[in-house]
Nanobody, 125 residues
Framework: QVQLVESGGGLVQAGGSLRLSCAAS????????MGWFRQAPGKERKFVAA????????NYVDSVKGRFTISRDSAKNTVYLQMNSLKPEDTAVYYC??????????????????WGQGTQVTVSS
């Protein structure tokens, strides 16, 4: 069983930056893929970014390409989401997720079996 705890959310002005962190525990961190999703009020949870077990492969939703970067640090058992040039439409609760049975990243929400509690990101205009 993997436990995930997100941190780093907050309120930021448009054009600003935030870095989200997700600390994992319970299993060998380097054995599975990780992802970030977000859910805006009244909307479905959607894919943002994903990273393979080694960090060698990443995926992004088109709307964040060039602005967000996903990375992982196996020494700290942590995955990060660096968010730059934030826009009001990035406002959402951000969730990290683990795909504990696979080393490959996925854009599908149903491919992830462990989830964190979420962290709020609010971007003001």
């Amino acid at each position: 069983q993997v436990q995930l705890v997100e941190s780093g959310g907050g309120l930021v002005q448009a054009g600003g930056s935030l870095r989200l962190s997700c600390a994992a525990s319970g299993r060998t961190f380097s054995s599975y893929a990780m992802g970030w999703f977000r859910q805006a009020p009244g909307k479905e949870r959607k894919f943002v970014a994903a990273i393979s077990w080694s960090g060698g492969s990443t995926n992004y939703v088109d709307s964040v390409k060039g602005r967000f970067t996903i990375s992982r640090d196996s020494a700290k058992n942590t995955v990060y989401l660096q968010m730059n040039s934030l826009k009001p439409e990035d406002t959402a609760v951000y969730y990290c997720a683990a795909r504990t049975y696979s080393r490959s990243p996925s854009t599908s929400l149903t491919d992830y079996d462990c989830w964190g509690q979420g962290t709020q990101v609010t971007v003001s205009s």
